[in-house]
């Protein structure tokens, strides 16, 4: 029965739950619509999942990676028949069996200063999904300079959050993180270097907040990697496509930077907030 479905017909069967929270002309526009998703691991895969469920007609994926064992725990495409392959070969493979109509365009590369306008080039919006701190800062530097809004996210044990959308009339990323490189070649050893220290600044600030003082030492001496749980991952996720789609579609973004989502699902009163920063900027160590 699908597959004598016109690719009109698909579209509008797949999609017609959401009209009435998006009207018509809304979903034409996400129909229409070219997203890039950099990283494709646990907040990148299942964005790429939430665009093509969500009908918007083109994503572009970029990931070096291969899966690993280590992956199941929260990435929505690692699963055992997809060990050992790389991450943008299955998401791809994922998203046609969604919508076969979809437009893709995956790639198997590492995000750097030199080919990033090229991956970015064309597209309407930015899902940055990164790890590095460094890479995130190209990717951010790049989606200004072209003109494209960008959301960007972070997670911290335990169970915290952060998610913010950067308009190109916006202030910038590293201003909003006050993240001291504006101006600076980020594949500089020095400023490289400078950028990766602040994610061992966030290791042992979440100590504060309820990590194991033990995981931060290891984090910090490279025994151990980054800690994150599928609900976290599944989380930062959906609040970073929501700001995309309510970009895409021509309405306000609940946290156009320096404003921000926070999320902690330790706080009992208040676990998801948007907060606009007192001082006009965050501290990168502490989201």
């Not at 572009?60 to 070969?89: C, H, W």
């Not at 989606?143 to 997670?155: E, H, N, T």
């Not at 993180?177 to 490289?192: A, M, R």
């Amino acid at each position: 029965m699908i597959n004598q479905l016109s690719i009109d017909d698909f579209y509008q069967e797949m999609t017609k739950k959401n009209i009435g929270v998006y009207t018509e002309e809304e979903q034409a526009r996400l129909r229409n619509s070219k997203v890039i998703i950099f990283g494709l691991g646990g907040v990148g895969g299942m964005e790429s999942i939430l665009c093509a469920r969500s009908g918007i007609g083109h994503i572009s994926g970029v990931d070096p990676d291969i899966f690993e064992l280590s992956n199941t725990n929260r990435q929505m495409l690692a699963m055992t028949s997809t060990m050992n392959e790389y991450k943008s070969v299955a998401a791809e493979r994922h998203l046609k069996d969604i919508n076969p109509y979809l437009s893709t365009n995956f790639q198997n590369v590492r995000v750097t200063e030199e080919n990033v306008f090229e991956l970015m080039h064309g597209h309407d919006l930015v899902l940055e999904a990164l790890d590095d701190m460094p890479s995130r800062i190209v990717v951010h530097r790049a989606a200004r300079k072209l003109g494209i809004p960008s959301i960007s996210m972070s997670g911290s044990p335990p169970h915290r959050g952060f998610v913010s959308a950067f308009l190109p009339d916006g202030i910038s990323y590293e201003e909003a993180l006050n993240i001291q490189t504006q101006g600076k070649s980020i594949s500089d050893p020095e400023v490289t270097q400078f950028v990766q220290e602040i994610k061992k600044k966030r290791a042992q600030f979440s100590v504060t907040k309820g990590a194991p003082q033990s995981w931060a030492d290891d984090f910090c001496s490279g025994k151990a990697g980054w800690i994150i749980t599928p609900i976290r991952a599944t989380l930062i996720a959906a609040f970073s496509c929501h700001e995309a789609v309510q970009i895409l579609i021509g309405q306000k973004p609940l946290a156009a930077a320096p404003k921000g989502i926070y999320i902690d699902m330790d706080n009992l009163t208040n676990p998801v907030s948007v907060i606009n920063p007192e001082c006009g900027h965050w501290e990168a160590y502490q989201i």
